[in-house]
């Protein structure tokens, strides 16, 4: 099993930009798919984003799409998630999550981090 921590959430306004940051351990990082979900007050959680483990696959949700990026560093055993045009519905505490396949990950990852909050001012 891996060990997720995220960092980098905070408070920024509509149209701004903040850059989530997950660190792993526990495994050889590269042969894992890496995720971001999301849970908004009152909501379930929801799928963001993902990534294979050499970076060929990225998927992504209909709602960020052309606003977030899902980028991985394998020596540095750190992914990443881009977000910019942040608007108040991205609200959330955001999840980094690991799994075996790209499959497994957006579906029921094997992995979760302890989650960052983001919040979007309008």
């Known amino acids: 099993q891996v060990q997720l921590v995220e960092s980098g959430g905070g408070l920024v306004q509509a149209g701004g930009s903040l850059r989530l940051s997950c660190a792993a351990s526990g495994r050889t990082f590269s042969t894992y798919a890496m995720g971001w979900f999301r849970q908004a007050p009152g909501k379930e959680r929801e799928f963001v984003a993902a990534?294979?483990?050499?970076?060929?696959?990225?998927y992504y949700t209909d709602s960020v799409k052309g606003r977030f990026t899902i980028s991985r560093d394998n020596a540095k055993t750190t992914v990443y998630l881009q977000m910019n045009s942040l608007k108040p519905e991205d609200t959330a505490v955001y999840y980094c999550?690991?799994?075996?396949?790209?499959?497994?990950?957006?579906?029921?990852?094997?992995?979760w981090g302890q989650g960052t909050q983001v919040t979007v001012s309008s």
């Open positions: 999550a690991a799994g075996d396949t790209l499959v497994v990950v957006t579906k029921s990852p094997g992995s």
């Open positions: 990534i294979s483990g050499n970076s060929a696959t990225r």
